[in-house]
Structure formats: C-alpha cells, structure tokens
C-alpha cells in the first residue's frame, strides 16, 4: 500500500493551494478509502474561497490548512473493518454531506436537517462542523480520501467518473424536484435552466417524465442548446423578453407549472424570482435552490389564498444520489451532454481560478489528481 499521497492544500484563505505530500489516511472502522479520479468544483471556486468570511461568516471553513474538493468520484481501495458490504474496486461517487449520524434527523435518514451538517471539502453549515473536519479533513483535491460508508453512490458502468463528478449539482436540482413533489405528466418551469443547477434540472426533468419543461435564461444559444435536448418537451424564453408567469400562464392556458425550481445564478435581482412564482398553479410549489441574495417581497396573502407552497432545498441525501445513478444506468439521464475540461491536481489553482469561457452548465470542471 502506499504510504504518501499528492494533496491541495490552503494554508491561507485566499491563498494559492500548494501541493503537499501528506501520509495516506486510513479509513475509520465504519469508513472506506477512496482513490479520488475526478472531482468537481463549483466555476470561480478560487474567488469564492477568498471572500468567504466575508459573504458568509455564520457558514464556517475548515481549519487550515485545508483539502478542498467537494464532489468527488473513484474506487474504493480499502475497507474498515466494519464495512460488511462495499468492496474494494467498486467505482462511487462520494457524497460530501457528512452529519452526526445519532439524532433525530439523521436516524430519520434527513441527515441534512442535522445541526452537524457540514459539505466536506467545502464548508460547513454550523458551529459543530469542525468535529466534522476533525474527523473527515480529506476533500477531493488529493490522491485518497476517507468517506463514511453511508456516503457513498454506486456508479454504474456508464458513468464516467467526470460525469459522476457533476452529480452534486445535478442531485442538488434532484433534491429540489423531490421536494416539489415531482411526478411524471407534470409542467414544471426551471428559472435559469442553462446554468449548473438549472440544466441538470432539465435533463432530469426530462428523464423524470416531466412532460413540459420551460426553462429561463439569459443566453439565447444556451437556451437553445437546451432546448435541443428534448425539443418537443422543452420551451424556452429570453430573460428580459417580458415577463416570465406571463409567457408560462399564456403556453399552459391560464393554469400554470405544477412546481417551479428556482436556479438563477448570483447577482440576479429578487424581482425576477418573484415573477417567477407567479408563474406556479393554485396548490403548485416553488423550490430555491438557487443563489438568490436579495430579499424577496413576498406576498403571502397570494400565498394562502392559492395555496402556494415556497420550500427552500440544500443537496440530496446518498439515497437520491443512488437513484439519480439508476437514472443513468438506464439511459434516462443522459449525463453525455457535459463538456469537461480536466485539470490535473499541479493545475488546481488555474483550475479554481476562474475560467470566462464557460457554456453555462454544459461545462463541467473536474480536477483529476
Ligand atoms: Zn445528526
């Protein structure tokens, strides 16, 4: 076995990451190793990172120095020793939701309803989360890391691991639909469908049996690439064209979306999720997975009156992750449209820093240690 491993470090936030040799780790009794072979990474993560504590000091960092890497996929290479049913070879995508595992929510199988919530390899949701740290430090920007056998997502065969790295932000969107209550021969509407979040909504929408799909957006040849997808389910409209529940309430005779996720990038003002709302049905539901900063005039009479649910969603529980993968396996979800641009772990720092020729969320960035 191999003792020393290449990892991502930052000793400093905002820093450049150096790459360390640290010992390899051995994986807790109830924990596997995983040899990381792609890891995802929210676009501009270097410029996030460095204004972290500023935009978000109640979500606390880890300790530094720090190995960064939230969505990680590869092959179990060891087991502890209380591990009954994973083996060594199986190819996972590592969930990075970690929680206490003994409350109330997390027996309940909620575990991101856990006070200890915390994203490994990002940050974390609470005062608690540094025990957290403490016990998983490993995020994916390094050769192995440590995960909890409750994390783990068996990959199917057809799921490169680049594609699997990309199932944190589809399963963020699968949460959301969950959430919504998604069931197939619905109308959905997707504000900001050819962002990240907002196309994995798409595609999932379209392997869900969603039946009619809009999708906002500000780029008309992302909208239409979109589109294309599914082009006799999906309808499309220009952001800034008129107003959004007006175009939906005209395509669905008055009625309306059953649901409508919301997945507008940052910076998008709170006037355009609110029209947005509009746009869902009497009894319909409305869930922000998005990154809407504004606070929203909400009008809640409007609400009671049409019986509007308005649900807030954070990540996906390792079950929906599973279930996204048979999606996969079976060809429903077809994770095929990704572009990846791979970064070697040397390259992690051009890699976080930022890149501006982007394709919306058809571009997927993936640092391969
Ligand atoms: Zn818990």
């Known amino acids: 076995m191999i003792k020393m ?11 450049p990451m150096t790459i360390d040799n640290i010992p390899v780790p051995k994986p807790g009794s109830t924990d596997v190793l995983v040899q990381v072979k792609a890891c ?18 109640h979500l606390p960092l880890p300790k530094l120095p720090a190995i960064f890497g939230l969505d990680p996929a590869g092959v179990v290479v060891e087991v502890g020793e209380q591990i009954v049913d994973v083996r060594p070879g199986e190819r996972v995508y590592v969930n990075p939701l970690r929680s206490c595992g003994a409350c109330q929510m997390c027996r309940a199988g909620e575990r991101s309803r856990c006070r200890y919530f915390t994203f490994n390899g990002y940050f974390g949701f609470g005062p608690g989360s540094q025990k957290i740290y403490d016990i998983y430090p490993y995020g994916g920007f390094c050769e192995y890391m440590t995960a909890p056998q409750y994390a ?22 699968y949460g959301a639909m969950k959430k919504a209550n998604a069931t197939p021969g619905q ?4 504000d900001g469908i050819s962002g990240t979040l907002g196309l994995g909504a798409a595609l999932l929408g379209v392997a869900m049996g969603i039946t009619r799909i809009f ?6 040849g992302l909208l239409d690439r979109v589109k294309a997808l599914a082009p006799d389910r999906i309808e499309v409209h220009a952001l800034g064209s008129g107003s959004t529940s007006e175009w939906v309430k005209s395509r669905t ?8 996720i919301s997945a ?9 999720m609110v029209d947005a709302l509009r746009a869902v049905r009497r009894g319909g539901r409305a869930v922000n997975v998005g990154a809407v900063a504004e606070v929203l005039p909400l009008d809640v009479h409007w609400l009671m009156d049409e019986q509007i649910q308005v649900i807030g969603s954070n990540w996906f529980t390792a079950a929906q992750g599973q279930e996204m ?3 996969a396996r079976s060809g429903l979800l077809d994770m095929s449209v990704f572009e990846h641009r791979r970064f070697p772990l040397e390259d992690v720092n051009n890699a976080i820093s930022g890149l501006s020729d982007r394709n919306g969320g058809f571009s997927n960035y993936v640092v391969v240690p």
């Open 5 to 15: 491993m290449r990892a991502a470090r930052m000793h400093a936030v905002g820093g």
């Open 253 to 260: 005779g008055g009625e309306g979306v059953d649901f409508m």
């Open 187 to 190: 109308c959905m509407l997707v």
């Open 325 to 327: 993968a048979e999606l």
């Open 40 to 57: 995802g990474m929210v676009p501009n993560l270097g410029n996030v990172l460095a204004n972290w504590t500023k935009w978000f000091p």
């Open 152 to 173: 783990l997502v068996r990959l199917p065969d057809n799921v490169t691991f680049e594609q699997a790295a990309r199932f944190g932000y589809t399963g963020t969107s």
């Open 215 to 220: 999708g906002t957006g500000r780029n008309q």
């Open 264 to 272: 507008l990038g940052p910076g998008a003002p709170a006037s355009t």
